[in-house]
């Protein structure tokens, strides 16, 4: 193992040191396991032409696009691919101010 100084500032220490705590943890060892998901995701020296798309995960449910008369079949059952359209106001609501 290697030995090493790192200067990070105040808050990021506090932080770093509770979360070690709630884990039961010493510091070194939230740093080592920050250190290895960071390598872990990082796509690294890899070129265009080596890096692949990850494989898709399934969340559930069943796959609208399974059958190839998917576009006929959405229309036809009312099937959404999409999640539910949030619908914000237009405006902010005005705040009332009491006067006495």
């Known amino acids: 193992m ?3 100084q790192v200067q ?3 808050e990021l220490y506090a932080s770093a040191k509770k979360v ?9 060892e ?3 396991r920050g250190l290895e998901y960071m390598i872990a995701i990082s796509v690294g020296d890899l070129t265009a032409d080596e890096w692949t798309l990850p494989k ?20 036809l059952t009312g099937r959404r691919v999409a ?12 705040r009332r101010i009491r006067t006495k």
């Open 83 to 94: 999640e539910k359209t949030v619908v914000y106001p237009s405006q902010p609501r005005k």
């Open 2 to 4: 290697v030995r090493t």
């Open 20 to 28: 070690a705590a709630r884990r039961e943890i010493s510091l070194a």
């Open 56 to 75: 898709a995960r399934s969340l559930g449910g069943s796959d609208p696009f399974a059958s190839p008369e998917w576009r006929s079949d959405i229309h």
């Open 8 to 10: 990070i500032p105040g």
């Open 30 to 32: 939230l740093v080592r």
